[in-house]
Antibody
Framework: QVQLVQSGAEVKKPGASVKVSCKASGYTFTGYYMHWVRQAPGQGLEWMGRINPNSGGTNYAQKFQGRVTMTRDTSISTAYMELSRLRSDDTAVYYC??????????????WGQGTLVTVSS | EIVLTQSPGTLSLSPGERATLSCRASQSVSSSYLAWYQQKPGQAPRLLIYGASSRATGIPDRFSGSGSGTDFTLTISRLEPEDFAVYYCQQYGSSATFGQGTKVEIK
């Protein structure tokens, strides 16, 4: 069965960076887009971007351009999301989520458990 | 970037009633690349509808989606107790964006 297991909660100071990992299992990692979505406390879902694990190609939401980097390590079926220059309003649960087969447009069908990132001085 | 606006913000209904949720896009969503998700407190979202009107695997037929272009609707024909949750629309035709959500609460 498809599983996405994320790294644990993080507490960071403003200005620092955070890197969240997402280990995939139960399917061919390089065959499906991996998205990153965040949710601030009590707020809605915010799409951050996606990575094609096969090519490493990325597509970031405008809001996060220049601050987010999505990478992957195909040898261990793991995707990463690094967010830099953290601010207090980056405090949120960050989800990795599997999309459709690469080169196809489609929704998200599997989600990780979420990683809480708290930014506080 | 395509902006999605959901209405109403909150829908107060009783079990057994019909729920109609709206999602309006700032520009046309190509090929009806529109999905709906359900989220309950403390849980990750769950895919309900994709392609504007196709139900995802295992989703009961009381959930239906319709619409095209810039106007889309999620209908829950008869609310069950487990349907009270927050619902989000998402377009995935041009990068991706989510609506701000509609909360369906018990009246």
């Amino acid at each position: 069965q498809v599983q996405l297991v994320q790294s644990g909660a993080e507490v960071k100071k403003p200005g620092a960076s955070v890197k969240v990992s997402c280990k995939a299992s139960g399917y061919t990692f390089t065959g499906y887009y991996m998205h990153w979505v965040r949710q601030a406390p009590g707020q809605g879902l915010e799409w951050m971007g996606r990575i094609n694990p096969n090519s490493g190609g990325t597509n970031y939401a405008q809001k996060f351009q220049g601050r987010v980097t999505m990478t992957r390590d195909t040898s261990i079926s793991t995707a990463y999301m690094e967010l830099s220059r953290l601010r207090s309003d980056d405090t949120a649960v960050y989800y990795c989520a599997r999309g459709t087969a690469v080169f196809h447009l489609g929704p998200i069908d599997y989600w990780g458990q979420g990683t809480l990132v708290t930014v506080s001085s | 970037e395509i902006v999605l606006t959901q209405s109403p913000g909150t829908l107060s209904l009783s079990p057994g009633e019909r729920a109609t949720l709206s999602c309006r896009a700032s520009q046309s969503v190509s090929s009806s690349y529109l999905a709906w998700y359900q989220q309950k407190p403390g849980q990750a979202p769950r895919l309900l509808i994709y392609g504007a009107s196709s139900r995802a695997t295992g989703i009961p037929d009381r959930f239906s989606g319709s619409g095209s272009g810039t106007d889309f609707t999620l209908t829950i024909s008869r609310l069950e107790p487990e349907d009270f949750a927050v619902y989000y629309c998402q377009q995935y035709g041009s990068s991706a964006t989510f609506g701000q959500g509609t909360k369906v609460e018990i009246k």
